[in-house]
Nanobody, 123 residues
């Protein structure tokens, strides 16, 4: 069974940093793509970043480019999202999802979602 699980959310002041983790089980990351998304109540879920092992590409939404970094540790079947220079508008529930491939933060193929991790950035 394909599963992903997020961790590392919390409360941080503006300008601070957090590191989110997405641990995959039931599959190996080396032939998949992992994307990070975020959602605020009443708003649509938006893509944040994605890393695709099939082509080695990495994508970031313009809103986080230069502040967030996505990386992977295949030995641990884990994808990380390092978030620096956090802003109050980054406050959201962050989800990771696994699929076949991603292009421009959009995942393609059958998606498996985690349960989410809350990130709160105070002003």
């Amino acid at each position: 069974e394909v599963q992903v699980a997020e961790s590392g959310g919390g409360l941080v002041q503006a300008g601070g940093s957090l590191r989110l983790s997405c641990v995959a089980s039931g599959f190996t990351f080396d032939d998949r793509a992992i994307g990070w998304f975020r959602q605020v109540p009443g708003q649509m879920r938006e893509g944040v970043s994605c890393i695709s092992s099939r082509d080695g590409n990495i994508y970031y939404d313009d809103s986080v480019k230069g502040r967030f970094t996505i990386s992977s540790d295949m030995a641990r079947n884990t994808v990380y999202l390092q978030m620096n220079g956090l802003k109050p508008e980054d406050t959201a529930v962050y989800y990771c999802a696994a699929a076949e491939v991603c292009i421009d933060t959009i995942l393609y193929g059958d998606l498996t979602w985690g349960k989410g991790a809350l990130v709160t950035v105070s002003s």
